[in-house]
């Protein structure tokens, strides 16, 4: 299928790219119930014009969208909310115990990213992130609910990729907003075994164990269908979760191996190289055909940030 900016799913749900880096890497949804909208993921400041946009297309007033939600403060999924808090000037802002703080104060994130990419590729990334008033924020607990219209959400706190993500399931869609608990799988890399899906750590609070239980939680759900923010909708995943919980343990085996052989100067690079073989090898048992070179283009940032938190999780484990 060509690429869409704006795709419309089932259940009045629009999938909208984020136009982060390249396209098909991080996407947001806007769902539709009765005269009330909500965004969940938001992507970066740079895609709140994007989003803006979709709305004046299908004639949805600002003041329509109710509920601005991010499943977590990463600021490929969060970066966007202060602008569109500005925007939608209706919206309460639902977000996770951990994360109510650094929306209402972002500088914290605004600094750790400033000093990951240099100034200048922070703006070009995320653009920037700009604080929310404190009377505009609702935290969701585990099991908390809100309804749009008569459509209702529920809550899930969902450790383990980071401790301030929470998944949102859908019961109308029998669907699941999973952030990144979820892992990813970019359409590219869909063969005729179905998605590639594989695991996404972070750089400070990857948790082996709570992102396993993370996974079956929602898979217990027994959900239709997952809303991944990297990409896109997702049907069947029950055997793409029975997938991933195992690629979590072969994370956290080969960080180990990885450490064992390896000089901790040395201990990027060689999780890098060792993640790229694996990773290579799991798309080639699946189908996937595209060179190594392409390959290396479409997962070499996640290798990249796999390896960060991996390497993080064997100095503080």
Not at 168 to 184: E, H, M, N, Q, R
Request: aromatic fraction near 8%; proline fraction near 7%.
């Amino acid at each position: 299928m060509p690429f869409q900016e704006y795709h419309p799913l089932p259940f009045g749900i629009t999938r909208i790219d984020t136009a982060m880096v390249h396209e098909e890497l991080a996407a947001c949804y806007l769902m539709e119930a009765g005269d009330e909208c909500a965004i969940i993921e938001t992507g970066t400041h740079n895609t709140v014009p994007i989003i803006l946009a979709l709305l004046e297309q299908k004639g949805i007033a600002p003041s329509a969208v109710k509920y601005v939600i991010p499943t977590h403060v990463h600021l490929d999924h969060a970066g966007g909310v202060g602008g569109l808090m500005q925007a939608l000037p209706g919206a309460t802002l639902l977000i996770h115990p951990r994360g109510a703080r650094h929306m209402i104060d972002p500088s914290k994130l605004k600094a750790g990213a400033t000093a990951v990419y240099g100034e200048a590729k922070f703006v070009e990334i995320y653009g920037d992130v700009i604080p929310v008033d404190e009377g505009r924020v609702r935290v969701m607990q585990d099991g908390d609910s809100v309804l749009l219209a008569d459509r209702e959400l529920r809550f899930y706190d969902t450790p383990g990729h980071a401790r301030h993500h929470f998944c949102v399931y859908d019961p109308l869609s029998k669907g699941i907003f999973t952030g990144d608990t979820f892992g990813l799988s970019y359409p590219v890399l869909t063969t005729d075994k179905g998605p590639f899906i594989l695991p996404t750590t972070t750089p400070v609070q990857f948790e082996p164990e709570a992102l396993k239980t993370s996974i079956q939680r929602l898979l217990d759900l027994q959900p239709e269908r997952i809303y991944l923010a990297h990409y896109d909708m997702v049907e069947n995943p029950q055997p793409l979760g029975e997938r991933l919980i195992p690629m979590v343990d072969d994370y956290v085996a080969l960080a180990k191996q990885v450490a064992a052989n390896n000089d901790p100067d040395d201990l990027q690079e060689a999780l890098e190289v060792a993640m790229g073989e694996y990773l290579f090898g799991k798309a080639r048992e699946h189908g996937v055909t595209l060179s190594e070179a392409e390959l290396g283009k479409i997962l070499g940032m996640d290798i990249r940030l796999n390896c960060q938190g991996l390497a993080f999780w064997l100095q503080h484990a």
